[in-house]
């Protein structure tokens, strides 16, 4: 049985803020970038176009490159109820609501058109990765005055301390410590704690399948990389694709 524990703050605190909403593990239990891997593992033109893309133009390029070829099924993403009723109370009180994520924008969009809840979208374009900080600065351009935050994770924290308010989404342990840190400013905050089932399928770490049998089949994508002499000032002695091999795209 799942059990969960929720926080509303009072609405009247909230009701003029700009709601911000992130993707990945806040908005789905789960990671866009790790799924569309999943199905570009299973493609070679959409892996090897997925590895050029990062060499050229780095992981905003690559997650570019991910959203053309190896896109999700934005209907069938495991949304998480709690967070969307959450959107529908703020949106019942004609508050603006932008989904602002690290994810693809494409991919974003495609989200936001299938819940239609959100006003606005943000989210990585070439040449801009929307993580942290650099999510932080798009938001600040966004928001129209103070504003609130759903997050779920460490690359979260600058968000949330420049938030008036703040929502906590299966925090991170390092997001619970920041939001204890100051719990009067918490909105909302839902945690869960796994059941045996779902504690089995995270330990056989499906994801990680996917990524070993990525960097199998990245070693051909290396010799023509390297036979073409077009490395994109990349050191082709460096191992191909290392942040997939190391498991560094998640939650990116």
């Given at each position: 049985?799942t059990?969960?524990?929720?926080?509303?703050s009072?609405?009247?605190?909230?009701?003029l803020l700009?709601?911000f909403?992130?993707?990945?593990?806040?908005l789905?239990?789960?990671?866009?970038?790790?799924?569309?891997?999943?199905?570009?593992?299973?493609h070679?033109s959409?892996?090897s176009?997925?590895?050029?893309?990062y060499f050229?133009?780095?992981?905003s390029?690559?997650?570019?490159s991910?959203?053309?070829?190896?896109?999700?099924?934005?209907?069938t993403?495991?949304y998480?109820?709690?967070?969307?009723?959450?959107i529908?109370a703020?949106r019942?009180e004609?508050?603006?609501?932008?989904?602002?994520t690290?994810?693809?924008?494409?991919?974003?969009?495609?989200?936001?058109?299938?819940?239609?809840l959100f006003?606005e979208?943000?989210?990585?374009?070439?040449?801009r990765n929307?993580?942290g900080?650099?999510?932080?600065?798009?938001?600040?351009?966004?928001a129209?005055?103070?504003?609130?935050?759903?997050?779920?994770?460490d690359?979260?924290?600058?968000v949330?301390?420049a938030?008036?308010?703040?929502?906590?989404?299966?925090?991170?342990a390092?997001a619970?410590?920041?939001?204890?840190?100051?719990?009067d400013?918490?909105?909302?905050?839902?945690?869960?704690d796994?059941?045996?089932t779902?504690a089995?399928?995270?330990?056989m770490?499906?994801?990680?399948w996917?990524k070993?049998?990525i960097?199998?089949?990245?070693?051909?994508?290396?010799?023509?990389?390297r036979?073409?002499?077009n490395?994109?000032?990349?050191?082709?002695g460096?191992?191909v694709?290392?942040?997939?091999?190391?498991?560094?795209?998640?939650g990116q």
């Amino acid at each position: 049985m799942t059990a969960m524990s929720k926080i509303v703050s009072n609405s009247q605190q909230s009701s003029l803020l700009d709601l911000f909403v992130d993707l990945d593990g806040t908005l789905i239990a789960g990671d866009i970038a790790e799924e569309s891997l999943a199905q570009a593992s299973r493609h070679w033109s959409a892996f090897s176009a997925a590895v050029r893309a990062y060499f050229s133009g780095g992981l905003s390029a690559l997650k570019r490159s991910l959203a053309q070829n190896a896109a999700p099924d934005v209907t069938t993403l495991p949304y998480r109820e709690e967070v969307l009723d959450y959107i529908r109370a703020a949106r019942a009180e004609g508050r603006r609501i932008i989904l602002a994520t690290a994810a693809d924008l494409h991919i974003a969009r495609d989200v936001a058109n299938h819940l239609g809840l959100f006003d606005e979208v943000i989210g990585t374009e070439p040449g801009r990765n929307l993580k942290g900080r650099t999510k932080l600065e798009a938001i600040k351009e966004m928001a129209q005055g103070p504003f609130e935050y759903l997050g779920d994770s460490d690359a979260d924290i600058p968000v949330w301390q420049a938030a008036d308010k703040s929502g906590f989404v299966s925090p991170s342990a390092k997001a619970r410590r920041e939001m204890a840190r100051d719990p009067d400013s918490v909105s909302l905050h839902v945690d869960r704690d796994v059941s045996p089932t779902a504690a089995l399928i995270k330990a056989m770490r499906p994801h990680q399948w996917a990524k070993k049998r990525i960097g199998l089949c990245a070693d051909p994508v290396l010799a023509q990389v390297r036979s073409s002499g077009n490395n994109d000032g990349w050191d082709p002695g460096i191992p191909v694709f290392q942040p997939v091999r190391l498991g560094c795209l998640s939650g990116q």
